[in-house]
């Protein structure tokens, strides 16, 4: 309940995105060669994230940086744990991805469409990320990257709009999860106060803004 502030108008987004999934993917682009190239590039999209991590994390290691270390080990974490979440839902759903059958995204036909997959892992990594290097500029990087790889899963015909949707909410909120239960303050990083939380410390809404 303390948070139906937020989860209330996700909810009615998510729905009126899900309504509209099937026309918008229809109406992007069917060129084979721009399908195929957005959707390669929310595969290299990831794999420059996980690279990214992975390298982060060794340099801590050889630069005895414990920063580094610690931003890499919770980056992966929270996408492992995102992505278990997804997998789940995947199976559960089963919804046909757009080039499945008619492109109608059916759910509950054996398909692995909802939630995306890519979108949940790069927003994950790109949530914790931000927080434990909170300049202008790294979160443009990250989040820039993250949005990036969630946009080409639609062009690139993996996945219908509201998949990416769903799938990035989980990536964000796993990662908000898991940098608040083992981030350690002294390393360095910012706070990250959920929606209620800053709520009420503010006194409530404002409705002047």
Known sequence: LADADW????????AVSL?????ISKGLTHSPSIVSK???FSNYGIGAL?????????????????????????????AVDA??????????????????????????HGGTSF??????AAWAVASVMAHEYPGPLSKLFFYGLAAAVSASRVTGKDHFPT??????????????????????????????????????ENGGRNLRN
Do not use: C
């Open 163 to 200: 998949d990416v949707l769903v799938g990035s909410a989980i990536g964000w909120l796993v990662g908000q999860h898991v940098y608040r239960a083992h981030h350690d303050p002294e390393l360095g990083g910012s706070s990250w106060e959920t929606f209620s939380e800053a709520r009420g």
């Open 115 to 120: 939630p995306s997959d890519h979108s949940t």
């Open 19 to 23: 309504a509209s999934d099937t026309h």
């Open 38 to 40: 957005t959707s390669s």
């Open 50 to 78: 996980g690279g990214a991590t992975g390298g982060m994390y060794l340099l801590g290691k050889i630069t005895h940086n414990d920063h580094e270390q610690e931003a890499a080990l919770l980056s992966g974490e929270a």
């Open 7 to 14: 989860i209330l108008p996700f909810a009615g987004i998510a």
């Open 83 to 108: 992505v278990g979440v997804t997998t789940v839902l995947q199976y559960s759903f089963g919804r046909q991805r757009p080039s499945d059958g008619s492109g109608g995204g059916s759910f509950w």
